[in-house]
């Protein structure tokens, strides 16, 4: 076992090696590359095999992708959109008509007419009629050409925090349009303009974060899985007792998953690009640079998993718990990390993809050149080397065992 | 009656030897509600700001003031130039900048209607629509303090009041729905894995050879969880109202009551799952899979009037968007049962439907 031992941590040097020279490294070995591709070279068509006749892998290599595309997609919106606008408009005049045609014009409300005070609106919010109530008392056409300050009342069911900070704002544009039509200007102008993403879609936002998604379910899910499977069914044994070198199982078993993962990321940054139509406009190779190393830190954490799970079912939640779960959460895929609280602030700098997602998003809409990115790069390396560390030191020991 | 008495101990018995399914009961929920609660936030804080003043003017450093001391923003510092913020913004420096042209003071003194600029990072479209709207709130207040003095110049604001979430945290609004979320999951998940499980071991056989009924046996099953899933309710409800300050603005007992309706829909599920899968992994998958769609789907996370009507039309079918709905309803507007029905009614025929075809498939003999 020594000897395997010995042998292992040479392998893993050199597994070092490639992850940052590239793949040029492996002829560089003073065994000839041949014989090691003649061997790795079955265990990935057995692994391909595994794949084809997995349902459950192929579920989450093709159709997860296109299911979290279309959620995420189309399901997953913050743009707000027909809001129910109650109006009750008690002066009845030319003025409170031209207001009301104001909110009538914006595209964010749907306006309905109503009667009565406020208990009517209350039954109006319970029965979810309404999301926002205009009121314009009676006086209004008296006031309003006045030197007096005049006012209308707006209310806003607020349970929705979100939806109502926007409702705010929107109602307010449609106001300072009215007034700028009625001649009365603020005495100075803000002049809002919005970079890389004008519209505010959200497809910009959560599309290309997707990419970090899947390409962690894959790499670390899918590699801790199919290790963890050898292991429980003893197969992994029998490899181990074969002349095949451990590097090889390794890269055997990862170069699959490693294809995958990359087919999937480019389908998705396919569907981003054509169908969501959200722009690429930095350099394309530096988010596939981008990909790389994120795939690299993934597998890593997929490896340190299963050497750590005995079971299929172990290893699945161990992925789920470990990766899936924080990718989503703390990363700033959905949820903005600024809003957090400080503690949790602090254990998104141990998630990879926070470091991805900016290189994405970053070089799709921002055009963004690797001087802006160095510092997530960088982290992205350091962390793939930290885990393949661990990962190559636990691996040994569960060889001994 | 007896039987289902005596299937009942011996089911609680099952439950609560194992330490690992305590763990997941009551220890995880609690977890899930603590880390979740918190993270899941569509507040909008800390954003980076960067300010160009080419001014320097007193109305400008007054402007500037009201922006720096804004909680809502995080002041990262002064420009030296406009490009400065441009640059910011691309280096993920700075989310939103302000740039004040030369001469803002004296063309706002003389009426001359000088231009602010702001500038907003909208790849995060939710986050640059809320930050904006806070800056132009203030400019807008700031507007108004110099118009007073004019009074010929007056606008017409609008007097916005914000009923039942005054302060506007998202946690009030996220809370709830993550409650039903997670008594989801609970519900769901124990139910299969637990049906699961025995069909595994072949306790499952052991069970159909006794005289007992199907009916009598589902419920044995079934009782359990439902009364664990209400425990689990409550326990998250006291989190909430002991960790995020949350108040029940509604009906308890109608909580509780739909709460109950609700789970008649999750555990049928959850048993309709188990005829599914013959393994406790495929069950897990399976539930897995099964939550996605429900979560996407139910307006948890952003409005359902924000979806194609596609999608929404698709979000009929999904039991967990009326138990939401409900909760929100209760929590934050306290609206009372006969403003519900049209969440109720549903999910009161999802159950059924629900409980109906997993009693069908859910055969009192192995194959």
Same mark, same amino acid.
């Given at each position: ?401 | ?187 769901? @998940?124990? =139910? #299969?894995? *637990? /049906? ?9 056989? +052991?069970?159909?050879?006794?005289? !007992? ?49 609700? @789970?008649? =829909? #999750?555990? *049928? /599920? ?9 393994? +406790?992994?495929?069950?897990?998958? !399976? ?81």
């Amino acid at each position: 076992m020594s000897v395997v031992r010995r042998q292992l941590s040479v392998v893993w040097m050199t597994c070092n090696g490639q992850q940052t020279t590239g793949n040029g490294q492996l002829t560089t070995d003073n065994k000839p590359l041949a014989k090691n591709m003649s061997r790795i070279i079955p265990i990935i068509r057995k692994e391909f095999i595994h794949i084809r006749r997995d349902f459950r892998t192929l579920i989450i290599i093709f159709a997860m992708p296109i299911f979290m595309l279309l959620m995420y997609g189309y399901a997953i919106n913050m743009e707000i959109q027909n809001i129910d606008l109650a109006m009750i408009d008690h002066s009845l005049s030319p003025a409170s008509r031209e207001l009301v045609r104001a909110f009538q014009g914006s595209r964010f409300f749907t306006v309905t007419y109503f009667d009565g005070g406020e208990s009517a609106i209350e039954k109006l919010f319970h029965r979810r009629d309404a999301k926002m109530a205009l009121i314009i008392p009676q006086d209004f056409a008296r006031i309003i050409g006045g030197p007096a300050p005049a006012s209308v009342q707006i209310l806003i069911d607020a349970g929705d925090s979100n939806t109502a900070q926007l409702l705010q704002n929107y109602a307010n544009v449609v106001l300072q349009t009215y007034n700028a039509g009625r001649g009365v200007v603020a005495p100075f102008e803000v002049r809002a303009t919005i970079q890389y993403n004008p519209t505010l879609k959200s497809a910009y936002y959560f599309v290309p974060g997707l990419v970090a998604l899947i390409l962690m379910m894959i790499s670390a899910l899918l590699t801790s899985l199919t290790i963890a499977r050898e292991k429980e069914t003893g197969t992994l044994e029998q490899i181990l007792v074969s002349p095949v070198r451990p590097f090889e199982i390794i890269t055997g078993k990862v170069v699959p998953y490693l294809f995958l993962a990359f087919a999937d990321g480019i389908l998705i940054l396919l569907v981003a690009r054509f169908w969501f139509e959200v722009p690429i406009i930095g350099n394309l190779a530096l988010i596939l640079l981008g990909c790389l190393l994120f795939v690299g830190v993934a597998l890593s954490f997929g490896l340190l998993i299963s050497t750590l799970a005995r079971t299929q079912q172990v290893a699945m939640m161990g992925a789920l718990m470990g990766t899936l779960l924080p990718t989503v959460m703390l990363s700033g895929f959905i949820f903005p990390i600024a809003s957090m609280p400080k503690i949790l602030q602090f254990v998104t700098y141990l998630v990879p993809a926070r470091y991805f997602l900016p290189v994405v998003r970053g070089v799709m809409l921002k055009g963004n050149t690797i001087f802006h990115l160095w510092l997530p790069l960088g982290m992205l390396v350091l962390m793939g080397i930290f885990f393949l560390m661990i990962s190559a030191k636990r691996f040994k020991m569960t060889l001994e065992v | 009656m007896q039987r289902i008495l005596y299937l009942l101990q011996k089911e609680f018995r099952q439950v609560f030897r194992d330490r690992a399914m305590i763990t997941i009961m009551f220890v995880v929920p609690v977890v899930q509600t603590l880390v979740l609660g918190s993270v899941m936030t569509t507040d909008v804080k800390n954003v980076k700001l960067l300010i160009y003043d080419a001014d320097g003017s007193f109305a400008s450093r007054e402007l500037c003031r009201r922006l720096v001391n804004n909680p809502y923003f995080n002041f990262v510092g002064y420009a030296e130039s406009a490009s400065d913020i441009h640059e910011a913004l691309d280096k993920w420096q700075a989310q939103i900048g302000l740039f004040i042209k030369p001469h803002f003071g004296r063309d706002l003194e003389r009426g001359l209607r000088p231009e602010v600029q702001l500038i907003a990072d909208g790849l995060d479209g939710n986050t640059a629509g809320i930050a904006l709207s806070y800056a132009h709130g203030i400019l807008t207040a700031f507007a108004q303090n110099i118009a007073v003095i004019n009074p010929t110049n007056v606008p017409l604001v609008g007097e916005t009041r914000l009923w039942y979430n005054l302060n506007l945290e998202s946690k009030h609004y996220m809370i709830p729905g993550l409650i039903g979320l997670l008594a989801t999951v609970v519900t769901m @998940f124990l =139910t #299969s894995m *637990g /049906l699961v499980r025995e069909k595994e071991i072949g306790t499952l056989e +052991q069970l159909m050879v006794t005289p !007992i009924r199907r009916a009598e046996l589902m419920i044995g099953k079934v009782l359990p969880f439902v009364i664990i899933g209400l425990v689990e309710i409550n326990v998250m409800m006291g989190v909430a109202f002991l960790i995020f300050k949350l108040q029940l603005a509604g009906s308890y007992w109608l909580f509780l009551g739909v709460s109950l309706l609700y @789970f008649f =829909t #999750s555990l *049928g /599920l959850g048993i309709f799952i188990s005829t599914l899968a013959e393994t +406790q992994q495929q069950a897990m998958f !399976i539930s897995w899979f099964f939550m996605i769609f429900l979560m996407l789907m139910s307006g948890f996370l952003t409005p359902i009037a924000n979806m194609p009507l596609a999608w929404q039309n698709v979000t009929y079918l999904n039991p967990l968007r009326y138990y939401i709905n409900l909760l929100r309803e209760i929590f934050l507007k306290a609206t009372p049962l006969n403003f519900l029905w049209n969440e109720i009614v549903p999910l009161a025929v999802f159950g059924l439907l629900i409980l109906l075809a997993s009693a069908m498939k859910f055969h009192k003999r192995v194959s």
